[in-house]
């Protein structure tokens, strides 16, 4: 079973240019999640979708920050403009079912580099 | 809200010595408690997690961790390490709502450093 895959893994992008990152879940997983790791850091939930629909995206900075689900299989993410703190590595995940309590399926990770 | 405190960054331990990894949570409601890990060069993958039932949940490799609700805590702890566990261990928590999946809370990571 292929696991979560992320496009693209690296990018360097210079302040208020716009970047946008790309998730493919695991096939049939429901749940998509979002997350930002700045180094040093645990993993924060950005935005949470179930199926195509937004379930959580009460920590995302939605005056530069955007998602969307089409279709309810892959995502995207864009941060515009960029600004210097948005440097971390953004993480997909899946879960399979909607059900409190399911593990989530990582992905390796875009790492962005905000100059 | 929930919050997840792992206080040691980083853990250096002698290959075969036992090891503990901490981890305390904070929460208003009841949660689900997972331990990920992070290999070098590799993504987040689960190790194990509480749902309900026995307090003690164990690994395929060896790991257990023991959820403790008194102490509002779930420990990881392994008595025998090896070179291969080297890498980054996140304690995570997800609210037990009677509605569907939940996002995680994750801690600052503990970077266990096995030693030859």
């Known amino acids: 079973e292929a696991g979560v895959a992320q496009s693209p893994r690296y990018k360097i992008i210079e302040k208020r240019q716009s970047v946008a990152f790309w998730c493919n879940p695991i096939?049939?997983?429901?749940?998509l999640y979002w997350y930002q790791q700045i180094l040093g850091q645990g993993p924060k939930l950005l935005i949470q979708?179930?199926?195509?629909?937004?379930?959580?995206d009460s920590q995302l900075p939605k005056d530069r920050f955007s998602a969307e689900r089409l279709k309810g299989v892959d995502s995207t993410l864009k941060i515009q403009p960029a600004k210097l703190e948005d440097s971390a590595v953004y993480l997909c995940?899946?879960?399979?079912?909607?059900?409190?309590?399911?593990?989530?399926?990582f992905g390796p990770g875009t790492r962005l580099l905000v100059l | 809200a929930q919050s997840v405190t792992q206080l040691d960054s980083q853990v250096p331990v002698f290959e075969e010595a036992p090891v503990e990894l901490r981890c305390n949570y904070s929460?208003?409601?009841?949660?689900?408690l997972f331990w990920y890990v992070q290999y070098p060069n590799q993504g987040l993958q689960l190790l194990l997690k509480?749902?309900?039932?026995?307090?003690l949940v164990e690994s395929i490799n060896g790991f257990e961790a023991e959820f403790n609700k008194s102490q509002t805590s779930f420990h990881l702890r392994k008595p025998s390490v090896h070179i291969s566990d080297t890498a980054e261990y996140f304690c995570?928590?997800?609210?037990?709502?009677?509605?569907?999946?939940?996002?995680?809370?994750f801690g600052k990571g503990t970077h266990l450093i096995i030693q030859p």
């Open positions: 995940a899946s879960s399979f079912r909607d059900a409190p309590g399911e593990t989530q399926y």
């Open positions: 995570a928590v997800s609210e037990r709502s009677g509605g569907g999946a939940d996002g995680l809370t």
């Open positions: 929460s208003s409601v009841s949660v689900y």
């Open positions: 096939s049939g997983h429901a749940t």
């Open positions: 509480y749902l309900s039932g026995s307090t």
């Open positions: 979708f179930q199926n195509n629909g937004v379930v959580d």
